[in-house]
């Protein structure tokens, strides 16, 4: 199990699905322990209740439905799939209109869902999803690459304490990046990786769950982009300037990263 998760962690995004599938055949008694720890890249579809896209995962499936976070309906149509409670429904809903506008605001466009449900620990978990298309022929904001995209999975559990005054909430955030450019200067060039980072916090419910988990999650995205530019672009570059060592006084600037 640890040699399969850590082969994982190594395959490309895109690729991610494939190797996911292998390894369930090779190791079908491992597959609840594989699909609960293992991400892959987020999908899209249609709400055509509302019109409007959402993102699938694992946490809003059910058999072969998943449940909107905008009409709270399962597509394909699903008669018994879970629903959250009357209350948590109302977080999720106010949840989903502000991290729209976080994500627009943050990535300049991109597709955004939430969704919450019980656990069996009086308390609760949501789950926040982003997905980027960086590509020129994506409809968001600033597609200049060839070929790009940026998933982001956020998954708290929220534990109140037995007071009601402050709760515990355990983030776990996973990225995936993607990018591909063509072009006469540089040529091809391709980079992919994940990343994934956990954080703990104990915080008061004055303000509510939604300002807690926000300033989390906004905390955790900083920290997760300057790790994957210094993972990736920094070695890259550092081994691009090893290689071929640039002329005195030019630049090395990849996709995304600042230049040197």
């Known amino acids: 199990m640890e040699a399969a998760l850590d082969l994982m962690r190594r395959i490309p995004p895109k690729k991610s699905e494939t190797a996911l599938n292998a390894l369930l055949s090779l190791l079908p008694h491992h597959s609840s322990d594989l699909l609960s720890q293992i991400d892959l890249p987020l999908q899209v579809s249609m709400d055509d209740a509302s019109m409007k896209e959402f993102l699938l995962c694992e946490y809003n499936r059910d058999a072969d439905s998943y449940r909107s976070p905008w009409s709270n309906k399962y597509f394909p149509p699903l008669e018994d799939g879970p629903l959250p409670s009357e209350e948590l429904r109302n977080l999720e809903v106010e ?19 939430v ?25 968001d904001k600033r597609g200049n690459l060839q070929e790009g995209s940026w998933d982001a999975i956020h998954v708290i559990e929220v534990s109140p304490d037995e007071d009601g005054i402050a709760a515990h909430y355990c983030l776990t955030s996973t990225v995936m990046l993607s990018l591909t450019t063509e072009n006469k200067t540089s040529g091809n060039f391709k980079l992919a990786g994940s990343i994934r980072r956990q954080m703990n916090l104990d915080l008061s419910m004055a303000e509510g769950h939604l300002c807690n988990m926000g300033r989390m999650i906004e905390d955790m995205e ?7 530019e210094q993972v990736y672009f920094g070695k890259t570059r550092e081994m691009v300037c090893t290689l071929r060592p640039p002329p005195e006084g030019v630049q090395i600037c990849l996709p995304g990263s600042r230049p040197i």
């Not at 969704?115 to 409809?139: P, R, T």
């Open 222 to 228: 900083s920290k997760l982009r300057n790790s994957l």
């Open 115 to 139: 969704y919450m449900w019980e656990d069996d620990n009086h308390g609760f978990v949501a789950c926040f999803l982003i997905k980027k298309n960086g590509s020129k022929g994506g409809q």
């Open 95 to 113: 949840a989903n209109e502000i991290f729209s506008i976080y994500c627009d605001q943050y990535y300049e466009g991109g597709i955004s869902s």
